[in-house]
């Protein structure tokens, strides 16, 4: 009898493990490595926007030197945890230019929810634009820079915010003018409990 019930539950404690992973955390890292997950193609310009109430958690690229040193890209999303409340305000923040080095955080104490992007041909390269969400008053603290991701110009990129309580705030991204290609660290930050008087912190 006890052979038959662990057959019958194995099946679901593997679908949950593949779901959760060490982590706990409610959304699956990529294993579709077709081009049906891309949001765009190569050259293409893109807009992507998390579901209401969510923020990007997770980034996922891939190099091509033949389609004009471009990237195709790919996000995943989570819902933020109810402590934190719905977003009281979401907008298209400033763009950053192609061909140059940057350093954006979203402004008015955002979250990042979605990516903008247009191809330029002339350089290689791209313009961005972060989708940015407010969750009324409450200001970010305790905030990080990433590793570099990808770790070297021309890989494979996959950034998976593993820390529930650590949030995608902004960027700062180096450009390779011989590789023609990015390394993006990302800005984490947690954020307060309670509303703060600080408009940007």
């Not at 923020?55 to 790919?74: C, H, L, P, T």
């Not at 061909?99 to 008015?108: I, K, L, P």
């Not at 309580?165 to 902004?170: L, N, P, T, V, W």
């Amino acid at each position: 009898m006890d052979l038959i019930l662990l057959w019958v539950l194995l099946p679901l404690v593997t679908v949950t493990w593949g779901q959760y992973g060490d982590y706990g955390y409610p959304y699956q890292q990529y294993h579709d490595y077709s081009d049906d997950g891309w949001v765009n193609l190569n050259r293409q310009g893109f807009s992507y926007q998390c579901p209401h109430g969510q923020v990007v958690v997770a980034i996922r690229s891939i190099f091509n030197k033949k389609e004009g040193s471009d990237r195709q890209w790919n996000y995943a999303c989570m819902p933020t945890p109810p402590s934190l409340g719905q977003p009281t305000e979401c907008w298209w923040d400033e763009i950053n230019r192609a061909g140059m080095e940057w350093y954006q955080t979203c402004s008015n104490n955002g979250l990042v929810a979605g990516f903008q992007s247009r191809y330029f041909e002339s350089v290689l390269d791209r313009e961005w634009q972060f989708y940015c969400c407010r969750y009324s008053k409450r200001c970010p603290y305790s905030c990080w820079l990433t590793t570099e991701y990808p770790g070297h110009y021309g890989e494979e990129m996959d950034m998976i915010s593993y820390n529930y309580d650590y949030y995608i705030r902004g960027a700062t991204t180096t450009f390779s003018a011989v590789e023609r290609d990015r390394q993006w660290k990302f800005i984490m930050c947690r954020m307060t409990d309670y509303d703060c008087e600080f408009a940007n912190v």
